[in-house]
């Protein structure tokens, strides 16, 4: 378990509901991931990041659906892309990711409390 914290640094890390709109393949990630642009609604607009989600996902797959989104990080360069938000999941019995997101279709930008 992670060092425990307060309400208020809790509320620090804002994690979105966005949809994904377009996913490529990115084969020249040093570790197989997908790129992926993200509709987190007009508050936040498009985003992009690139997600090590391929044991479980192929681009196509994936476009429509909502996932959830820490939006609050500064962008990081991953390789030749630029990634904007840290898409979130879980890991699998052997360490794959699951994406996670809502179980229910929410109103996209909504935040995680």
Known sequence: MADEINFDDFMKVDVRVGVVLRAEAYPEARVPAIKLWIDFGDDIGEKKTSAQITAHYDPDM??????????????????????????????????????????????????LH
Request: no cysteine.
């Open 62 to 111: 994936i476009i429509g659906k909502q996932v959830l989104a820490v939006v609050n990080f500064p962008p990081r360069q991953i390789g030749k892309f630029m990634s904007e938000v840290l898409v979130l999941g879980m890991p699998d019995e052997n360490g794959g990711v699951v994406l996670v997101g809502p179980d229910q279709n929410v109103p996209v930008g909504g935040r």
